[in-house]
């Protein structure tokens, strides 16, 4: 059989099938359609402006590093005008963020880029080993993913930079929005989407140049580019929510290679039909205002071993619901609010006398969530709450470690916080 | 009976054995049908009563499978209650629609007996039974459509037999995934086009809950994420016959478990075959991937499935942002500049097809 010819150039040899599309095409027209790709997302959503001071949050891993080496390459062929500097965040992982590190540092000098790490240890007095040593394995991509986020934006402030770009690629957009429509996550699904999320409180803005990038066109790109990249996965497990999506995805793949890129398209649609209260912004697809998006999610490492405790959670916490809503009384949170913008107690009401007939489009008992934003009363740091998750799980961790070793000075205090982050923290509490 | 014990009476009335578990509760024959009663009572509440004047016209598409046949069974008790009121008219009107299994599917039976029984079980509403391929009767403008979604995978020839013809188009699209796709657009702009013709403004689609949450994972994978707004929530469809899932309440299980308490309902229930363990995955298309995806995880974690129905169902239906899919009536908007998409030739020409349904066109099938 002759050598098939590529798609694109017609001359050189096919030696690659496009995961995306299963066009056949040469090495170089592949990294060159790849480029080109990032560049028309960059252009079309008018992602930088000229002579910004962009961080590239770089792990070490294929992703991040594969948005170095493309950034780099076109900020020079189409004369961006970008001064790129590379942040890493040291979560204290020994045998993996240790090793990953020195590639960042190898990919520093490759690239000239100048490097900032900034670690947990220094940020939150705790490192991911530690935390785990605390904590367990089970649940703690909660606490690495909370403190990331804001470890990036500290990083990033160190710096003096207001855009920090990431890695995340479009399997990870499309898990994210597979997963905020099993959890029921409304709020999340109508940002979960967007190329930029800027947040109020530290006027840092994020993006993900590569969210429509395919997962097995970065590793082909990494390939073929031979790329110095770090390929050990996180050695803590990743939340079941996410893993029962990426199992899902990944054999969508299998079906319809597309589906990757119609799932990413298809959030992006339902964002703009997330009902106006519940997304919190006017115009949910020009700049979502990500607080602690991604928080609860996990840094979305590639082992799959879950333990599915937060899906059997959720399923306890629905079926009660559902006993509570069957059973002669309805507790219902009620949904009118007083002019002063605040909300009346609840209600006990005799499900005889407070049936309505139900409104249109409006399940039965279910509210629909809603969060407004402030800053955490400890760090400054936005939040939805009086004081931020990552102060939050901090004030769990420290009140069983040692006196010596508290940097944080913490009032005991309960807030209406997440159910599975309370959950998480009487665990702590009831394990020691 | 005073004295008897009760093994395991049920938690409702107390006074009867139960017979099964709904939800963790153990209920007797009566309470199960009350309860499953109610949960479509509720949704039907706004087709209660009404001045003549203003009666509703519901069409009842009926698939013989079990969810449809156990709405009809509701709906009409709903409507015998309502009929038992001499003072007042119903609230609504009912006509029931089936599209010829055996003219959908080969593997379906041929259901002339089958529609025989179930007019006779519901004897005081008018039943219509058409064949799929009279789509092009009903919705004259389809054929046109058709020709110019397959372009030149499908020649149409006049001279052949409707059937024919919709089978050769039907052949045009090689992927299990993108023909079932397709065949449920045309099925919906089937029924669509009879309710039109009927002077029906309301369809009522028999959809439990996990097909729901099946259907919404599906067509989120299928990019027709925005067709959630009418295809998973009660609303508009984009041709303005309005569509409800009344059965949203319910799961699957629990609809066996209703058919399977009424005879007359089994007599003309089509069974669902049993899922093949020997398919591989990659061999299935979209939508079973998710069915099966919804009734595996439904055994585990039912209210985590449920949820997925009722998160989709908030979504508000926006204005069309641009021009209209000529197949499936969705917003163009999505399958506009595809960029990072896929920039080399395929998709640059002005959509007339959303992006849901150009995936699933015959070129692009891959």
Known sequence: ?432 | MPGKELSSPCVDCHDVESILTVRSRRLCRNCFVRYAGGKIVRRMEKFRRQPKSSQYKLLLPLSYGVSSSVLLHMVYAQLERQRANTYSPTGFDLQVLVVEPSTISAFSPACEERFETVQKAFPAISFTQVSFHSIFEFDPNVLETLQEFAGSSFVDDPSLPALDRLEKFRRSITTSTSRTDVDNILLIRLVVAFAKASGCQTILWGDSDSRLAAKALANVAKGRGSSLTWQVSDGISPWGIEFEYPMRDLFKTELDNYANLFPEVKSFVIPDAPISENILTKNLSIDELMMRYVQTQGEKYPGVMANVARTASKLQASELRSGQCKLCGASTASAEGLTGGTTISEEREIPRFCLGCARSRPMLDN
């Open chain 1, 1 to 432: 059989m002759p050598p098939t010819p590529c798609l694109r150039c017609r001359e050189a040899r096919a030696v690659i099938i496009r995961p995306k599309n299963r066009h056949k095409l040469c090495r170089n027209c592949f990294l060159e359609v790849f480029e080109t790709e990032v560049h028309e997302t960059i252009m079309s959503t008018k992602l930088f402006y000229r002579g910004e001071r962009v961080a590239i949050g770089a792990s070490g891993g294929k992703d991040s590093t594969v948005l170095a080496s493309v950034l780099k390459t076109l900020n020079e062929r189409y004369d961006y005008g970008l001064e790129l500097m590379l942040l890493s965040i040291d979560e204290g992982i020994k045998g993996y963020r240790d090793d990953s590190l020195e590639t960042v540092k190898r990919n520093a000098v490759q690239y000239t880029m100048p490097l900032e790490i900034v670690g947990y240890d220094e940020l939150y007095g705790w490192t991911m080993d530690q935390v785990v040593a605390q904590v367990g394995k089970k649940g703690n991509c909660t606490y690495c993913g909370v403190f990331r986020r804001q470890a990036l934006d500290r990083g990033a402030a160190r710096l003096g930079i207001k855009h920090v770009v990431t890695g995340h690629n479009a399997d990870d957009v499309a898990e994210t929005v597979m997963m905020n429509l099993l959890r029921g996550d409304l709020p999340r699904l109508s940002r979960g989407t967007s190329i930029v999320t800027g947040s109020e409180a530290s006027d840092i803005k994020r993006s993900k140049p590569l969210k429509y990038a395919y997962e097995k066109e970065i590793v082909l790109y990494a390939h073929h580019k031979k790329l110095d990249y770090f390929t050990t996965e996180c050695i803590y497990s990743p939340e079941a929510f996410r893993g029962s999506a990426r199992t899902l995805i990944k054999d969508l793949e299998k079906i319809r290679p597309s589906s990757i890129l119609d799932i990413v398209r298809s959030g992006e649609d339902m964002a703009t039909l997330v009902p106006p209260e519940v997304s919190g912004a006017k115009n949910p697809t020009a700049v979502a205002r990500a607080t602690e998006e991604e928080t609860t999610g996990g840094c979305g490492s590639q082992n799959g071993r879950s333990s599915g405790g937060e899906m059997a959670d959720m399923e306890k916490q629905l079926a009660a619901d559902e006993n509570a809503q069957s059973h002669e009384t309805e507790i219902k949170l009620s949904d009118i609010q007083l002019p002063d913008g605040s909300v009346p107690l609840q209600k006990t009401t005799n499900k005889k006398t407070a049936k309505k007939p139900p409104q249109k489009g409006t399940p039965l008992g279910k509210q629909v969530k809603t969060q407004t934003m402030g800053k955490c009363e400890r760090c400054g740091y936005i939040s939805s709450q009086k004081i931020c998750k990552a102060c939050a799980l901090l004030e769990g961790l420290n009140k069983n470690r040692p006196k010596t070793a508290i940097e944080v000075e913490i009032a005991a205090e309960d807030e209406e916080g997440s159910t599975t982050l309370m959950r998480q923290m009487e665990r702590i509490q009831l394990t020691t």
